[in-house]
């Protein structure tokens, strides 16, 4: 009986060891919520030649543009777009998701510069009414940075460059 027993307390050690051990992968970014199924990011005028568009992806990939203002292409046009695509935006918005509409400009802010475009990012999901961000991009306080590199990562992802005839970042 103690050969057998012996010969079976390593094969049981191995696998209490294995039961014990933890997953070690990297804690992952906020996401969104999964009920959003279409954000609309539009851009505002500014006084001068600032593009004016806006930008539709839904869950599935489907993306349009719809330039309006001082772009190459005016009217709405199809955008390249994938369901990667969208949770890609999506998760990078999801730290700046309001829980209701909110709009960021002048009074909110200390250090404004005037001028400035105005981004307005909608989230919209079939279970809830659609949330708006609007940000003025006129304003430069520190506390709001979050909410410009979120907006600007987004504007990075989405296929615009090429409808709006350049490179436009902020």
Same mark, same amino acid.
């Given at each position: 009986m103690r050969p057998?027993?012996?010969s079976l307390a390593l094969p049981l050690a191995c696998c209490g060891l294995a039961a014990c051990a933890t997953n070690s992968s990297p804690a992952r970014p906020? =996401? =969104?919520? =999964? *009920?959003? *199924?279409r954000i609309v990011y539009e851009v505002g005028p500014c006084h001068g030649t600032c593009p004016v568009y806006s930008v539709s992806i839904v869950a599935d990939g489907i993306t349009y543009f719809e330039g309006r203002q001082h772009t190459a292409t005016n009217g709405r046009a199809p955008a390249e777009g994938t369901p990667m695509l969208f949770s890609a935006v999506r998760d990078s918005l999801a730290a700046v998701r309001p829980s209701e509409s909110e709009t960021i400009s002048h009074p909110q802010c200390q250090t404004y510069a005037t001028d400035q475009q105005v981004v307005t990012v909608t989230w919209m999901g079939s279970n809830r009414a659609p949330v708006s961000l609007a940000f003025d991009l006129g304003c430069r306080d520190e506390r709001y940075g979050e909410i410009r590199k979120s907006l600007a990562a987004a504007r990075r992802l989405l296929p615009i460059d090429t409808l709006v005839g350049r490179v436009t970042e902020f």
């Open positions: 057998i027993l012996s906020k =996401a =969104a919520p =999964a *009920d959003v *199924d």
